[in-house]
Structure formats: C-alpha cells, structure tokens
C-alpha cells in the first residue's frame, strides 16, 4: 500500500482560499488513483473530488465544482486540491485516499469503501 500525508488545512475566512496536499510514498503513485473525501463532525465521510492516475481525468461533488480545482504531479508523488471561494460549509477535515489501478487508466472512484490506503487527514475550518 502506499503511505499518504495530507497537509495544507488551516483557519481561513470565508471566501479566502486554501491549497492542500498530498504526498504518497511507498509506491509508484503514478499508478493510483486519488480522491479526496472531507467529513465534519458528526457526519458521514463524503466525497469532494477525484483523480486519475494519469492526471486525465477529474470529478467533482456538485457542492465543490467551479470553486475547487485537483490536480497531480507524479514526478513529485503529489496531489493538490485548490480550494477558491471558501463557504464556512466546507469545514471538514480533508482525507486524501490512493487506489492502484496501473497506469494510463482514466477511472476515478468517489466512494470510501473503494479505498484501502488514507492519510491522517488535514483540518480545514472557514470562519463566517
């Protein structure tokens, strides 16, 4: 499995932005596909926006498209997920999760249980 550390999460205000990322070690990370999921508390986890591994493909939650952009950089083992235009509704804390699926593939996946690597997680709070 590879091994995954999100960061970037902070305090911002309401329509500041945030970039957060994600970096993977252990394996060739060109050959997984990411998501990032957020969940607040006393919610269930959901979904925000997924990835390809070649970088080719993106999906959205309709609560997110037009503001949040996810982007990768296999050379660096990294994902980011710029956040635009914060809405105190976005408070969560943000997960990034890998799935391997070989290289080249345009498949993304936008539910958990797909998952079987995560990182910590990183807190993101917008203040109204």
């Known amino acids: 499995q590879v091994q995954l550390v999100e960061s970037g999460g902070r305090l911002v205000e309401a329509g500041g932005s945030l970039r957060l990322s994600c970096t993977a070690s252990?394996?060739?990370?060109?050959?997984?596909?990411v998501t990032w999921f957020r969940q607040a508390p006393g919610k269930v986890r959901d979904f925000v926006a997924a990835?390809?591994?070649?970088?080719?493909?993106?999906k959205y939650a309709d609560s997110v498209k037009g503001r949040f952009t996810f982007s990768r950089d296999n050379a660096k083992n990294a994902v980011y997920l710029q956040m635009n235009s914060l809405k105190p509704e976005d408070t969560a804390v943000y997960y990034c999760?890998?799935?391997?699926?070989?290289?080249?593939?345009?498949?993304?996946?936008?539910?958990?249980?797909?998952?079987?690597?995560w990182g910590q997680g990183t807190q993101v709070t917008v203040s109204s």
């Open positions: 252990g394996r060739t990370f060109s050959n997984y596909a």
């Open positions: 999760a890998a799935r391997w699926v070989g290289l080249e593939l345009p498949v993304v996946f936008t539910t958990p249980t797909a998952f079987g690597s």
């Open positions: 990835i390809s591994s070649s970088g080719g493909n993106t």
